[in-house]
């Protein structure tokens, strides 16, 4: 066993085993955080009821000793938490909330499922765990669960093309087999329990949002509204003092859930009733009400001071105007400096943890605060400073570091880089995404947000101080904060040292990729060009010059061809076949053997691009330039006359998004899943044939998308627009490429002049972009910037695109010269061309090569002789822009000056 561990699941096993129970033979094997047992000789099951049970790392060898001998016995397929390391990770929820509790997971006989969930519930009675919240409970006095679920991993592709873990019914439904925070079973299955089942409150009683716990009365006044925040560790609901009638918030934190050296979640709970306790009638703290168990569980009520938090508010209506920006500042410093002087330190100030009420704003949340000594682990990255999250002494320098990150991303939109950086790195990120010329804040808001941030605790607390009295630190009245700090710049022409970072971590990861992980991971099935091996190896075929680029790319056809017969596949191109037989096309084209993909199934009837009509016709022009066989061509030309057939696209969205109507989103817009994407096969069909049908058709559409952008990009520009309304697959990027796509083909101005619109918009909003992707990112804005600039000749194009370079070094959480992008574990594909690495390399490599189109999946690369028609294809004015400043990128300074220091307002 590793020193580091008190127990290890492998001994506890071959020890149960050497009591005889091993004779019949048992396999052990381990993978990831799990033990699996199977026994010799017994077949596994797809799918069906298994039994979970639930234990606290502590005493789970006493658990264990009762257990292990009474699975071996019965001889099924088991699987156990690996260490008691393992069962920490699992019973923290951070990782997969769905699989707290889950320490032993059973997959019994179908008819033993009944007899032996009531023996082992009647064995374990008294035992203690976390709730399980995907399960019912088989006994309220025992800690096993059951649910009906898959036994193996088994994907399989729903008519759209995502990759998904489906359990297939008898009449051919299938049952989304993904555990979550309630308890869900197929329709064609009877619960075996039956009445026997004992559902816990108010657990079981919420819907997706908590909504269906309303009703429910919780100690004995507090009658439950809806739920406004689910977690494994506890929900948060907003509720009514039926005493009073005041609105009051209650929060729950489960038993034994994220359980440590520290305690667990209801320790947090009491530590924040704690410092509430000590913070009582302070101004923009909420006053504690109530403190009470409901089962094993406890709850703690406070007031209800406002509807949403900052981070919401910034996400859905934009940043606060100069005047509601500063009133927040001076608030929340005097709220900070005021919880000092009752010593109290926070420890948590995030924007999510700010409530902005009808007259000021609140900080909640306290379970980590620090108060006479005592205090707990923890913090949230990027916004705690690395000191606090390496479990350093608290001191009141981490509450300053942490308001001026959340104060940083209140004036850009931008949460700090969340990865493990040295708190020099982590300064010099935020204030580059403040101060011009790439940042757009004035200098006493870059001013304060430094000096909050200096290493320096009497620098950071002086500036706390002066904000919490109502005014910005200038450092003009004796000791104190520094003026404007000096923001070192950002490189001038990142792109090369980019590019050649990027390639580096995609030449790393791409091995481990091929190997997939077993078919348990999505990476082993997951052929696509969005997030699977066909979009790496698009890209990569660009690079085949790169030592070990051959030899990814052998293991990315091999891994490609595969998927296409490990899971059946819609036909589709950015998450279908189409798109593998597009890179196995290209990739045999340049030498490499390819076996040939696997034909698709339809998918659903869609025209969109991603996996729809336009898709599927993209995917055959282009598979047309691959090979050169015109049943390629004749397949586009099916595509578009199925798309030619109907005067409204079919699409799978509508433009109801859930974002306030000033958004400036529309998804029937992009060009994932809307008309950009249909304009831009459309018009590379008619470029390629001179078909005048195909152009018509091309050109209505094309009328009818610059229509809509002009509508789109007044609010896509306005105060409330969310960032995704300048990307590829929903916003202004997809249009902006489609119409200067359209615009070289139909020889029509005004379709340049609309694109230039689109792109003025998608300029604007590089610097307070987060994500960094193709599909939804800074990436995407950057291939069709330079769409715009290749097509149209537009030089400020390109100068918009070098600056989406910089600001990819902005948000970067390596040096200048190691450049880090995606942080590990946040997301599934990070390689990929959709969502990682392999896409922002393909806008790299487009800004670096002056006839490279910017999207590799484009028809302007459709190649054909016949460019332009000989008349118009059709006329229809232009609606005026709605009135407003027309948005236009920042300029840029001169190449060797670093913008000096001021001391603002």
Known sequence: MHPGLTWSADELVRRAMAGGLGEAGHTLRVRGSWLTVAPDGVPLGEHGWKLHVSARPLTFPALAEALLPVLLAERCHFKLARSDTALTRINGGRESPAAVGKAVTVYPEPRRVRDLGLALAGLLRGHEGPRVLSDRRVADDAPVYYRYGPFATRWSAGPRGDLGIRIPGPDGET?????????????????????????????????????????????????????????????????????????????????????????????????????????????????????????????????????????????????????????????????????????????????????????????????????????????????????????EPPTPGDDCFALGMTLAFAATGLTPVAAPVTRELARQRALQTLAPPHGAAPGHVVGAVGALLDADEERATAALATLAAGRWPTGRNGPGPR???????????????????????????????????????????????????????????????????????????????????RVPLADGLFAGTTGIALFLARAEAAGFEAREAAPGAPGAPHDDVFGGAAGRGLGALLLADATGDPAHLAAAREAAEALMARDEPLLGVDRETGFAPGAGLDPTFGHAHGLAGIVDFLTGLAARTGDPEVGWAAAVRSWRLARRTAELAALAAGPSAVPVAASWCQGMAGAASALAHAHAVLDEPELGRAAELAGD?????????????????????????????????????????????????????????????????????????????????????????????????????????????????????????????????????????????????
């Open 175 to 391: 049952f989304d087999a993904v555990a979550t925070l309630e308890y869900r079973q197929p329709p064609w299955v009877t619960d075996p329990f039956g009445g026997d089942a004992k559902p816990d409150k108010p657990d079981d009683a919420q819907g997706p949002d908590g909504a269906e716990g309303a009703g429910e009365t919780l100690g004995g006044r507090f009658r439950l509204l809806r739920g406004i925040y689910r977690a494994a560790h506890g929900n948060v609901f907003r509720a009514r003092d039926t005493r009073s009638g005041r609105r009051v918030i209650v929060k729950q934190a489960r038993a034994h859930v994220g359980e440590g050296r520290a305690g667990d979640a209801r320790t947090r709970l009491r530590n924040e009733r704690r410092a509430l306790t000590a913070c009582q009638g302070l101004d923009g703290v909420p006053d504690f009400l109530d403190h009470f168990a409901h089962g094993p569980d406890e709850f703690l009520v406070t007031p209800d001071v406002g509807a949403v938090n900052l981070l919401d508010h910034v996400r859905t209506r934009g940043t606060p105007p100069p005047e509601a920006f500063t009133r927040l500042a001076f608030q929340l410093a005097a709220t900070v400096a005021a919880l000092h002087r009752r010593g109290v330190l926070m420890r948590d100030i995030t924007p999510r943890n700010v409530v902005l009420g009808g007259r000021r704003a609140f900080l909640v949340d306290f379970g980590l605060a620090a108060l006479d000594g005592v205090h707990l682990p923890g913090g949230t990255p990027g916004f705690s400073p690395p000191a606090q999250l390496r479990g």
């Open 483 to 565: 003026p404007l700090p000096a923001v070192p710049p950002l490189p001038r022409d990142p792109a090369a040292v980019l590019a050649e970072r990027v390639l580096e971590l995609l030449l790393a990861g791409v091995g481990t990729y091929g190997e997939g992980g077993g078919a348990h991971d999505v990476g082993a099935v997951d052929g696509s060009v969005y997030s699977g091996s066909a979009g790496l190896g698009l890209e990569l075929l660009h690079h085949t010059e790169r030592p070990g680029v051959p030899e990814a790319l052998r293991a990315l056809v091999t891994h490609a061809s595969a998927a296409t017969r």
């Open 761 to 905: 918009v998608c300029a604007a909003w590089v610097p307070r972009m987060e994500n960094l992707s193709q599909c939804c990112g800074v990436a995407g804005v950057g291939s069709a910037l330079l769409d715009l600039a290749h097509l149209g000749g537009a030089e400020r194009y390109r100068a918009a695109a070098e600056r989406a370079a910089r600001h990819l070094v902005a948000r970067s959480f390596g040096p200048d010269h190691a450049p880090e992008l995606i942080a590990p574990g946040s997301q599934d594909a990070p390689l990929s061309f959709g969502m990682g690495y392999a896409g922002v390399l393909t806008f790299l490599r487009g800004l670096m090569s002056s006839g490279a189109p910017g999207a590799p999946l484009s028809a302007s690369v459709a190649r054909g002789p016949w460019r332009g028609p000989s008349h118009r294809w059709a006329r229809a004015p232009l609606p005026a822009p709605r009135p407003g400043p027309r948005p236009a990128p920042p300029p840029d300074p001169a190449p060797d000056r670093a913008p000096g220091p001021s001391t603002g307002a």
